[in-house]
């Protein structure tokens, strides 16, 4: 099961820290991604981490702006949100990718967790 949690209001400029806690499987061998979908919009990858040795993968739109970590003793996967524009509101979904891996390939991805929705005002 994961867990999305951390969205909210934030104004543009401003940071929000989502949150990805994982329960009931063993992670060792799973890429932990972000997608994010706002309103009339495709789903569309963020951010992807393996949880073995850290490796991370970034969409362009986020690269610099967002950082994806691990916390391996609390089964969490984060997303650091610094910088935030109008055009990041979405509702945003972690998901977990067990081999062949998708990467940023949304429908490769095994497990989905409900979304949190973060809002950016101008």
């Known amino acids: 099961q994961l867990q999305a949690s951390g969205g909210g209001l934030v104004q543009a400029g401003g940071s929000l820290r989502l949150s990805c806690a994982v329960s009931?499987?063993?992670?060792?061998?799973?890429?932990m991604g972000w997608f994010r979908q706002a309103p009339g919009k495709e789903r569309e990858f963020v951010a992807t981490?393996?949880?073995?040795?850290?490796?991370?993968y970034y969409a362009d739109s986020v690269r610099g702006r967002f950082t994806i970590s691990r916390d391996n003793a609390k089964n969490t996967v984060y997303l650091q949100m610094n910088s935030l524009k109008p055009e990041d509101t979405a509702v945003y979904y972690c998901?977990?990718?067990?081999?062949?891996?998708?990467?940023?390939?949304?429908?490769?991805?095994?497990?989905w967790g409900r979304g949190t929705l973060v809002t950016v005002s101008s």
């Open positions: 998901a977990a990718d067990d081999p062949p891996y998708g990467l940023r390939d949304a429908g490769r991805y095994d497990y």
């Open positions: 009931g499987r063993t992670l060792s061998s799973y890429f």
């Open positions: 981490i393996s949880w073995s040795d850290g490796i991370t």
